[in-house]
């Protein structure tokens, strides 16, 4: 199942809510598995909005695809017991990967229980489990929008490498400077775990700027008032967004960028277009080829 190329390929979904959109997430996941990904990922609403709705579009992954499948699990909200349960869940169901996260709270939804942080959710994990899942964790370049100070940030993440993580993967960003000054700060931390950059492919603006206010990604001046120019033009919207996306991606490889994660958003076209126009996966084939663009 997992291949042994150098780039970590990845996918991430959420749990739909209706039926349409249901089907939808499965001809998006058939058509990714194309690419031979390493693993899709499947959000977790925290507080455990989405428990049984992720569990579901899991089982359906793995039925419906070759590609392992690797589930968000989010602690805010919820009480050891509660985590176990899911963590037994996954178990037995032969998930190898999680992504291990603290969440956000949705105003007015309960309070936020025992777990306050995601490291904590990690040490929970390899408490309850040894070393029997590979751990994620996020990573935030332009740093997470609550940190007291950048630095606090980065050793958020050492932190929770120090309880178990594996590796990282980060928000998205736009800006490969923010990737590239973050690895180096990490390193200066002893970070030294792949970490792996977030993709957000571009499909719309205002609910693109919409997220990118609340999940403290920013979108640089230039990007913005291309954006904004194309006004309802959705068409152009998503044209220029491919070009941007995969200038971006390709600085990163050719940078030494571990992999790609994409946000899909449930909609395989656009990460299906930038992935191609990479040609990623003779890269991927290719030892020499990717020694070569790294050097
Ligand atoms: P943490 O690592 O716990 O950090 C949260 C904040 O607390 C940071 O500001 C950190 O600096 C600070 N902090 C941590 N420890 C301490 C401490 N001991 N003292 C003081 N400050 C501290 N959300 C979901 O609900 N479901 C998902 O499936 C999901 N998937 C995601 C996938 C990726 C790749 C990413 C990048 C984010 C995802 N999120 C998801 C969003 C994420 O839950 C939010 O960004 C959340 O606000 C922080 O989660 P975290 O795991 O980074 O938290």
Same mark, same amino acid.
Not at 85 to 95: C, E, F, M, T, W
Not at 142 to 169: C, F, M, T
């Given at each position: 199942m997992k291949n042994q190329s150098p780039l970590v390929i990845s996918f991430e979904f959420y749990p739909p809510k209706s039926r349409e959109g249901a089907v939808n997430l499965q001809q998006s996941a058939l058509a990714l598995d194309a690419m031979t990904p390493d693993f899709f990922s499947v959000t977790f609403g925290a507080g455990g909005s989405t428990r049984e709705g992720t569990i579901d579009i899991v089982k359906t992954l793995q039925e419906k695809t070759r590609t392992a499948v690797a589930p968000h699990i989010s602690c805010?909200?919820?009480?050891r017991e509660g985590l176990v349960s899911v963590l037994r869940q996954y178990k037995s169901l032969g998930v190898k990967r999680i992504v291990a996260l603290r969440g956000d709270l949705p105003s007015g939804m309960g309070s936020i229980g025992e777990? @306050?942080?995601a490291s904590e959710l990690v040490k929970l994990i390899r408490e309850e489990t040894g070393d029997y899942f590979h751990i994620e964790v996020a990573a935030y370049p332009e740093y997470h929008?609550?940190? @007291?100070?950048a630095l606090s940030d980065v050793l958020n993440l050492k932190r929770k490498i120090e309880a178990g993580a594996n590796g990282a993967i980060t928000q998205y960003f736009f800006n490969p400077d923010a990737y590239f000054y973050f690895l180096e700060e990490c390193a200066r931390e002893q970070i030294f775990i792949p970490i792996v950059p977030g993709i957000m492919p571009i499909m719309h603006f205002s609910k693109l700027m919409r997220f990118s206010e609340t999940c403290g990604a920013e979108i640089p001046r230039w990007l913005y008032k291309r954006l904004e120019a194309y006004g309802d033009d959705v068409e152009s919207i998503r044209q220029y967004g491919i070009e941007v996306v995969h200038h971006l991606c390709q600085r990163l490889i050719v940078g030494g960028a571990p992999g790609l994660h994409f946000y899909t958003l449930n909609h395989a076209e656009l990460s299906l277009q930038i992935l191609q126009q990479l040609d990623i996966n003779s890269m991927r084939m290719n030892e020499k080829v990717y020694e070569a663009i790294k050097n």
């Amino acid at each position: 199942m997992k291949n042994q190329s150098p780039l970590v390929i990845s996918f991430e979904f959420y749990p739909p809510k209706s039926r349409e959109g249901a089907v939808n997430l499965q001809q998006s996941a058939l058509a990714l598995d194309a690419m031979t990904p390493d693993f899709f990922s499947v959000t977790f609403g925290a507080g455990g909005s989405t428990r049984e709705g992720t569990i579901d579009i899991v089982k359906t992954l793995q039925e419906k695809t070759r590609t392992a499948v690797a589930p968000h699990i989010s602690c805010i909200g919820f009480n050891r017991e509660g985590l176990v349960s899911v963590l037994r869940q996954y178990k037995s169901l032969g998930v190898k990967r999680i992504v291990a996260l603290r969440g956000d709270l949705p105003s007015g939804m309960g309070s936020i229980g025992e777990f @306050k942080y995601a490291s904590e959710l990690v040490k929970l994990i390899r408490e309850e489990t040894g070393d029997y899942f590979h751990i994620e964790v996020a990573a935030y370049p332009e740093y997470h929008p609550q940190a @007291k100070h950048a630095l606090s940030d980065v050793l958020n993440l050492k932190r929770k490498i120090e309880a178990g993580a594996n590796g990282a993967i980060t928000q998205y960003f736009f800006n490969p400077d923010a990737y590239f000054y973050f690895l180096e700060e990490c390193a200066r931390e002893q970070i030294f775990i792949p970490i792996v950059p977030g993709i957000m492919p571009i499909m719309h603006f205002s609910k693109l700027m919409r997220f990118s206010e609340t999940c403290g990604a920013e979108i640089p001046r230039w990007l913005y008032k291309r954006l904004e120019a194309y006004g309802d033009d959705v068409e152009s919207i998503r044209q220029y967004g491919i070009e941007v996306v995969h200038h971006l991606c390709q600085r990163l490889i050719v940078g030494g960028a571990p992999g790609l994660h994409f946000y899909t958003l449930n909609h395989a076209e656009l990460s299906l277009q930038i992935l191609q126009q990479l040609d990623i996966n003779s890269m991927r084939m290719n030892e020499k080829v990717y020694e070569a663009i790294k050097n």
